[in-house]
């Protein structure tokens, strides 16, 4: 199998970063049973990390804040 990577970034919904920063950390606190993710049944992936980035708005740019997902996965040869 080959190894590939992927990074998805997608924007948070104003004022939902300390509820999905908190989801996030209660998954990661119980990685055997947290209730949402079974990452044992995520047999080819190596890692996965999430990062929530904060908003930012000043005078040259107003960006959301953003969820970043990257993982690095066992994949085809093709």
């Given at each position: 199998?080959?190894?590939l990577g992927m990074t998805v970034i997608v924007g948070i919904?104003?004022?939902m970063e300390k509820d999905l920063t908190d989801l996030l950390n209660a998954i990661?606190?119980?990685?055997?049973?947290?209730g949402v993710i079974d990452f044992y049944a995520m047999s080819r992936v190596h890692?996965?990390?999430w990062v929530v980035l904060p908003p930012v708005h000043d005078a040259t740019v107003d960006i959301e804040a953003q969820l970043v997902l990257?993982?690095?996965f066992d994949g085809p040869e093709s």
């Open positions: 199998m080959r190894q919904r104003e004022g990661g606190d119980d990685i055997d049973e947290n890692f996965m990390r990257s993982t690095n």
